[in-house]
Nanobody, 123 residues
């Protein structure tokens, strides 16, 4: 199971940190990702990390502003969001998948999803 938290209301230029707590077994090459869905839009990839390496993959729209990280001991994945823009307003979902060869940016490749947390950025 995945439990996302940390969303809220912030002004443009501000920061938020989202957390996703995972329960159950995590394989070393599992991927943990963040996706978002704005009103009237499709769900889109934000960032992902491979559990064993901690390496991050980012969407072009957030690269340089967002950072994904994980806490191995607590099985938590974080999404640090800086320099937030109104266009970042969305419900953010964390997701997890077993080791696969598919790109981590593909939502359909994920096996487990959290409930979503709302991020609202005011201008």
């Amino acid at each position: 199971q995945l439990q996302a938290s940390g969303g809220g209301l912030v002004q443009a230029g501000g920061s938020l940190r989202l957390s996703c707590t995972a329960s159950g077994r995590i394989f070393s090459n599992s991927a943990m990702g963040w996706f978002r869905q704005a009103p009237g839009k499709e769900r889109e990839f934000v960032a992902a990390t491979i559990w064993s390496t901690g390496s991050g993959t980012y969407a072009d729209s957030v690269r340089g502003r967002f950072t994904i990280s994980r806490d191995n001991a607590k099985t938590i994945v974080y999404l640090q969001m800086n320099s937030l823009e109104p266009e970042d307003t969305a419900v953010y979902y964390c997701a997890a998948r077993r080791p696969k060869t598919l790109s981590v940016s593909m939502a359909f490749s994920y096996d487990y999803w959290g409930q979503g947390t709302l991020v609202t950025v005011s201008s």
